[in-house]
């Protein structure tokens, strides 16, 4: 059974930081396309950033978030990580870690797998 659980969040100012973590059991990292996504209220759910974990990572940023945010990942721990920095207000909502089998999508409607959310304020 795939299980996707993320924790991290919290609540920071303009201009902040934070990382987030995605734990994946009942599957491999380095078999799975991982993906990024957020969603604020009112909002659809937005795409973050998607990577493809294996021998050459193949990785895509939306462009609202380039420079801004890094992705990694942990293969011991089968954990990947959001590293999200110089927060914005726009960037506040729950971030959503997901999973696929195939490339690399920035379609939420592709991924097969879901976390709970963990949940981003930024305060002004």
């Known amino acids: 059974q795939v299980q996707l659980v993320e924790s991290g969040g919290g609540l920071v100012q303009t201009g902040g930081s934070l990382r987030l973590s995605c734990q994946a059991s009942g599957l491999t990292l380095n078999s799975y396309t991982m993906g990024w996504f957020r969603q604020a209220p009112g909002r659809e759910r937005e795409f973050v950033v998607t990577i493809t974990l294996g021998v050459s990572d193949t990785l895509h940023y939306a462009d609202s978030v380039a420079g801004r945010f890094s992705i990694s990942k942990n293969n011991a721990k089968n954990t990947v990580y959001l590293q999200i920095s110089s927060l914005k207000p726009d960037d506040a909502g729950v971030y959503y870690c997901?999973?696929?089998?195939?490339?690399?999508?920035?379609?939420?409607?592709?991924?097969?797998?879901w976390g709970q959310g963990t949940q981003v304020t930024v305060s002004s």
């Open positions: 997901a999973a696929r089998r195939g490339g690399i999508s920035a379609n939420s409607r592709s991924y097969d797998y």
